[in-house]
């Protein structure tokens, strides 16, 4: 039984592990930049380039600038102003492209409406 124990905890870390991998293979030095600067809680420069990437196709910063916009004031301050149609559009963008969090945002929108 102790053996079992022990394999649980070390599959859930080779496992997150092997997801960070994956997530890291995917994320583009300007994506990680903008990442960065998120969590340094520079919001206006990290909406800034997750736009800039959005724009350029990458599903990710579209539902992360999306989720940005859609919060706005209430999360991010004054560094960032609400604005749900474009929040909605950026969603849409990343949902069409499988990101899961942007169907998820979209369908949260669509039931309180």
């Known amino acids: ?3 079992r124990m022990i394999k649980r ?9 092997a997801l960070g991998a994956v997530s890291a293979v ?5 994506l990680v ?4 600067a998120y969590y340094n ?4 420069r990290s909406l800034v380039q997750y736009e800039k990437l959005a724009a350029h196709g990458d599903a990710i910063a579209a539902e992360r600038a999306g989720f940005m916009l859609l919060q706005g004031e ?3 301050g004054k560094r960032v102003k609400r604005d749900v149609p474009k929040a909605q559009g950026l969603l849409l963008q990343a949902a069409k492209a499988g990101r899961p969090g942007a169907e998820f945002m979209l369908n949260m929108m669509e039931r309180t409406e």
């Not at 905890?9 to 592990?17: D, I, Q, S």
């Not at 809680?41 to 206006?44: A, G, L, N, T, W």
């Open 9 to 17: 905890p070390l599959l859930a870390v080779l496992v997150t592990v």
């Open 74 to 76: 209430a999360m991010y």
């Open 33 to 36: 930049d903008a990442h960065t």
């Open 26 to 30: 995917r994320d583009t030095p300007a």
């Open 1 to 3: 039984m102790r053996t």
């Open 41 to 44: 809680e520079q919001f206006d």
